[in-house]
């Protein structure tokens, strides 16, 4: 009988954190645990959950001072568990009812590394209210894929990061926890490691929440990370060797990312954020612009390489273009 362990990091989540333990508590399936990770909260987080927790043994609650990032959380919760296979859970998002029911009868026909669920992106409150989802390829829970499938279908987001995994795998490898969404990066080295991967039909719900930590105001300037996480996929698919149509994809991830960033940088004003919060955005953007050789601006449109050649290679005269070239658009 599989053994399933559930981990959440939870940082002022007081709004949805009841209703997230309450789907893992819903289970139709009773041999799991939850482990959730406090990281901080000065809301009424961990006072929810210690109070859920003394109701059900199945429950951990671990509290930590705030590590700035859920993939550090997670880390902390790694090496407490003892299931078989890991399900991470966002502490505003919710698991169907069945989902680990499910899982456990695919295990049973077979040993994946990974399942992956189905995933639907919901508004704030309402799980019928859809901004996306995302199914099995082709509609076909019985198919089978390698991890290297799974990394290449991760790049476009066709697979998702919410699924299932060996723990062995998730233990040993531990998620990027320096960057914010570092976690990302987790998802594919999980994926691209992993030997097999299959599929269920249940419901993984992943909630829209503008106060993510991701998504927060407060964290704004942090997202250029997310640039930073792009190289460190590049380098990957270049370490390990990974056939050239996959090192292409990464780089052209990473230099359409850095084109949007970029622009959005040169788009705000001075009064939108501190002063140091900008010098670290431009840091990033300065540092990834080095990082982008002439070759690698190939693997783009001629619309984005052109501003890479009148650059001339200077990243001060490419973002005084990005810049020339939103004042144009905002004329229109």
């Not at 406090?38 to 929810?48: F, L, N, V």
């Not at 499938?149 to 490898?173: C, P, Q, T, Y």
């Not at 955005?281 to 002439?294: D, M, R, S, W």
Request: proline share 2%; hydrophobic share 40%.
């Amino acid at each position: 009988m599989t053994r399933f362990s559930v981990i959440m990091a939870a940082y002022n989540a007081e709004k949805y954190i009841e209703d997230a333990i309450g789907s893992v508590l819903n289970q139709t399936y009773e041999n799991w645990e939850l482990v959730v990770v406090d990281d901080g909260s000065s809301d009424k987080t961990a006072e929810i959950a210690d109070n859920i927790a003394r109701k059900d043994m199945r429950i951990q609650v671990i509290h930590q001072p705030n590590s700035g990032t859920a993939a550090a959380a997670r880390n902390s919760a790694l090496k407490v568990i003892t299931g078989d296979y890991v399900q991470m859970l966002d502490a505003d998002d919710l698991l169907e009812k069945n989902m680990l029911s499910k899982y456990n009868n695919k295990l049973s026909l077979e040993q994946f590394d990974i399942i992956v669920p189905n995933c639907r992106c919901f508004k704030k409150n309402d799980i019928s209210d859809i901004v996306w989802q995302k199914t099995a390829p082709e509609e076909n829970y019985g198919r089978k894929i390698t991890g290297k499938e799974g990394f290449e279908l991760s790049l476009d987001w066709i697979i998702h990061g919410a699924f299932l995994v060996k723990r062995e795998l998730i233990v040993n490898m531990k998620y990027d926890a320096e960057l914010l969404n570092g976690d990302e990066f987790t998802t594919r080295k999980l994926l691209y490691n992993a030997k097999i991967i299959g599929f269920i039909n249940s419901l993984y719900f992943y909630r829209q929440n503008p106060d993510s930590t991701t998504k927060s105001k407060t964290n704004e300037y942090r997202r250029y990370e997310s640039l930073l996480t792009d190289v460190n996929l590049y380098q990957y698919a270049l370490n390990n060797g990974m056939p050239q149509r996959l090192v292409n994809k990464c780089t052209k991830k990473l230099i359409l990312s850095f084109w949007a960033f970029c622009r959005l940088f040169v788009k705000a004003t001075k009064e939108e954020a501190k002063a140091g919060e900008r010098e670290y955005a431009n840091h990033i953007l300065e540092q990834v612009y080095g990082a982008i050789t002439k070759e690698m601006w190939q693997q783009v449109s001629l619309k984005y390489r052109f501003f890479y050649y009148v650059s001339g290679g200077k990243y001060e005269r490419f973002k005084q273009e990005m810049k020339l070239l939103s004042l144009i658009r905002g004329l229109r």
